[in-house]
């Protein structure tokens, strides 16, 4: 085997090793959890029917995080200074607009009951 391929096998081996520890901790911390919060409520008299639909939801959504992708890179966050200036431009934009709304019509040419001068 050449250079690159052992690199690659090492690089794919870390990855591997590393998606596999995320798991096995994720997996072992919410069996923790579980646990203490069976314990818990059995010692204080806190019956199945009450803390079981939780304890289902909780465990729904740890499901979740390990079956659903959690790798977000790829999305495109906009940054703050631009979307402060697309705010700033329609803000001016409508300014503009409504500025040039209110002063089209000020010759006084129109009925009205005034008195004017």
């Known amino acids: 085997m050449d250079t690159i391929t052992k690199k690659w096998i090492v690089f794919l081996s870390v990855n591997v090793y590393m998606e596999i520890k995320t798991l096995l901790i994720t997996i072992g911390s919410s069996l923790v959890i579980i646990s203490i919060i069976v314990t818990l409520c059995s010692f204080f008299g806190v019956g199945q029917d009450i803390y079981g639909l939780y304890i289902a939801f909780f465990a729904f959504i740890i499901l979740n995080i390990i079956v659903l992708p959690n790798d977000y890179n790829h999305i495109k966050i906009p940054s ?20 040039a709304a209110t002063t089209t019509n000020t010759t006084g040419t129109g009925t009205g009951t005034g008195t004017g001068t």
């Open 80 to 99: 703050v200074e631009a979307t402060a200036a697309t705010t700033a431009a329609t803000t001016a934009a409508t300014a503009a607009a409504t500025t």
